[in-house]
């Protein structure tokens, strides 16, 4: 074996525990932003506030204030995943 391919070998080794943490990472990134509605801690905080003036100055019925209140308990737990 040559010493280029010998570097090689060795530079091959020294970067497989890096590349298997980036995957890792990688992963766990995309399962994360699976679970986000809303990717922008802007327009999630914006959203919020549109629900919350819906429910505080719109005439709803039942059902109607029931389903903003969970989508806005939902957007209100994503929060500390989005910062």
Not at 4 to 28: F, S
Not at 37 to 66: A, H, M, N, P, W
């Amino acid at each position: 074996m040559t010493p280029i391919e010998e570097q090689i070998v060795v530079w091959d080794e020294k970067l497989k525990e890096p590349l298997k943490i980036i995957n890792e990472c990688r992963g766990e990134r995309e399962s994360l932003e699976k679970n986000l509605e809303i990717k922008d801690l802007d327009k999630l905080l914006l959203e919020i506030k549109r629900i919350q003036e819906k429910l505080g100055f719109s005439s709803l019925t039942v059902t109607e204030e029931k389903k903003l209140i969970e989508r806005k308990q939902k957007l209100e737990s994503q929060i500390n995943n989005v910062k």
